[in-house]
Nanobody, 123 residues
Framework: QVQLVESGGGLVQAGGSLRLSCAAS????????LGWFRQVPGKEREFVAA????????NYADSVKGRFTISRDNAKSTVFLQMNSLKPEDTAVYYC????????????????WGQGTQVTVSS
């Protein structure tokens, strides 16, 4: 059974930083691309970032480029999202996803999703 468990969310002031983690189990993590989406109540889920199975390729939404960094540690089956210079509009539930390709992640059709972790940025 595949499980993706996010952690690291919380409340932070604008301009601050948070680091999200997602621990994966039940799959060969080194064979999967990993990523992050976010969702605000009443709105569609929004792509945030993705990283290829090797870590050699990354993709970011324009809204987070230069502020967020995605990375992975295959030995620990974990993907990270370092979020700096946070803005109130970054407030959302953040979801970890896994898929065999970055293309599938970008399509929003990843087969595996975590339960999400809340990030709240106060102004």
């Amino acid at each position: 059974q595949v499980q993706l468990v996010e952690s690291g969310g919380g409340l932070v002031q604008a301009g601050g930083s948070l680091r999200l983690s997602c621990a994966a189990s039940g799959l060969t993590v080194s064979s999967y691309s990993l990523g992050w989406f976010r969702q605000v109540p009443g709105k569609e889920r929004e792509f945030v970032a993705a990283i290829s199975w090797s870590g050699g390729g990354t993709n970011y939404a324009d809204s987070v480029k230069g502020r967020f960094t995605i990375s992975r540690d295959n030995a620990k089956s974990t993907v990270f999202l370092q979020m700096n210079s946070l803005k109130p509009e970054d407030t959302a539930v953040y979801y970890c996803v896994a898929s065999l390709t970055v293309r599938t992640i970008l399509s929003g059709r990843s087969p595996y999703w975590g339960q999400g972790t809340q990030v709240t940025v106060s102004s």
